[in-house]
């Protein structure tokens, strides 16, 4: 058990709606990654927030948005939902920078129809 | 700009074999390289983290050592049990040090 959950295990949608993913970190972690993980594929970095504002983003576009609150919780929102954004999602937290350890939640499976 | 290959893409053994999973990076200023597992439509555990100035790590029956200057990772599986069977994926941090740069993994199948 790594301390981070995520919420919900499964979703589906419908291609142009709007998706909200939750994640929940272990407690003291200020560093919080979101990674799209499309099957047969190794996880691909979205974004990443320490202390609330966003540090780092990978090759995605901006209806990929992000939240994260005082409280170690995060949220991914995904508008205009395309169904190449069926595939899981992951968070991962770690202590302060992302080349510490990154502990790494269950994952949402989004599924787009 | 980095980037992470793994080798084989899967692989299949008999229960009790030793085995080596490899993985190749191209940016050799890296502050670690993490080893994860991951089972069917699961999350990833963390299994190593290899820092910069450490050649080896160990945890129970896996060893993964680190060679910076050559761009490779290996991880070690001591006599494989069927329970080992998983994806292993290698992870190695940009250069910004934001981000996680994953190989597509290797694909082990243990048979008993």
């Known amino acids: 058990e790594t301390g981070v959950t995520q919420s919900p295990t499964h979703l589906i949608k419908t291609r142009g709606q709007q998706v909200t993913l939750r994640c929940s970190s272990q407690?003291?972690?200020?560093?919080v990654s979101w990674y799209q993980q499309a099957l047969g594929q190794g996880p691909q970095f979205i974004f990443q927030?320490?202390?609330?504002?966003?540090?780092g983003r990978g090759n995605f576009p901006p209806r990929f948005s992000g939240l994260q609150f005082p409280n170690y919780s995060s949220e991914l929102n995904v508008n205009a939902l395309e169904l190449d954004d069926s595939a899981l999602y992951l968070c991962a937290s770690s202590q302060d920078s992302g080349s510490d350890e990154q502990y790494f939640g269950p994952g949402t499976r989004l599924t787009v129809t | 700009k980095q980037e992470v290959t793994q080798i084989p893409a899967a692989l299949s053994v008999p229960e009790g074999e030793n085995l080596v999973l490899n993985c190749s990076f191209t940016?050799?200023?890296?502050?670690?390289l993490q080893w994860f597992r991951q089972d069917p439509g699961k999350g990833l555990t963390s299994l190593l983290l290899i820092q910069s100035s450490q050649r080896e790590q160990t945890s129970g029956r896996l060893n993964a050592s680190l060679d910076k200057s050559s761009g490779r990772s290996t991880l070690y599986i001591a006599a494989s049990q069927p329970g080992d069977s998983a994806t292993y994926l290698c992870?190695?941090?940009?250069?910004?040090?934001?981000?996680?740069?994953f190989g597509k993994g290797t694909t082990l199948s243990v048979s008993s």
């Open positions: 940016d050799s200023a890296i502050y670690n």
């Open positions: 407690s003291g972690h200020n560093t």
């Open positions: 927030y320490y202390r609330e504002e966003e540090n």
């Open positions: 992870a190695a941090p940009n250069q910004a040090g934001t981000a996680l740069i």
